[in-house]
């Protein structure tokens, strides 16, 4: 209790009400200290404004210049597209190396781009075989042998399945 001497803090002020919104103003996360109807303020202490929205929404600058070469009739810049050909190539060489796990990346690659193609389906038995992914790699093998049943590759391929360790494999689950 306060004896009688005691002088009481004084009370603080009361919070200002936020600014009155225009009652044609229906965007409820404005901000009321923003401008109404988008325009700009001239105030150069801004932190954000519309004037600079352009640059954010502009396409960055490599673009631009594929773009305007190809107004201009001047040819675009060239994109690498990967493919089959160069996946089967590289896996090959992997597959030489024995690096495995290369070979059936390219070769995974290879077979999304030509999935008719009896030798991708040779390479990735091959890399699936050293892996010891043996129902794929027998899958595979097996694939080879029927799109192209007299080739080289379908020559190894049924040599291969006779293989009791790819003979006794039951088929994966995928």
Known sequence: MPSGNATLPAAA???SPPPA??????DPVRSPDEPVNGTV???TDSSSSLADMDKVLSPPPDEDVRKSKKAKGQPAVPEHHETAQEDE???GLYLDQHDW?????????????DPENPDVYWGLAEAQHHLGQLAEAKANYQK????????????EA????????LANVTASRR
């Open 13 to 15: 002020p009361e919070p």
């Open 144 to 155: 080879v042998v029927d799109y192209d049943p007299d080739s080289k590759h379908a020559r």
């Open 101 to 113: 796990k290369g070979a059936l990346s390219r070769f995974e690659s290879a077979v999304v781009l």
């Open 21 to 26: 919104l225009p009652p044609d103003d229906l």
């Open 158 to 165: 049924k040599k291969k399945l006779k293989d009791p360790d």
């Open 41 to 43: 303020s001239s105030s």
């Open 89 to 91: 190539s590289v896996g």
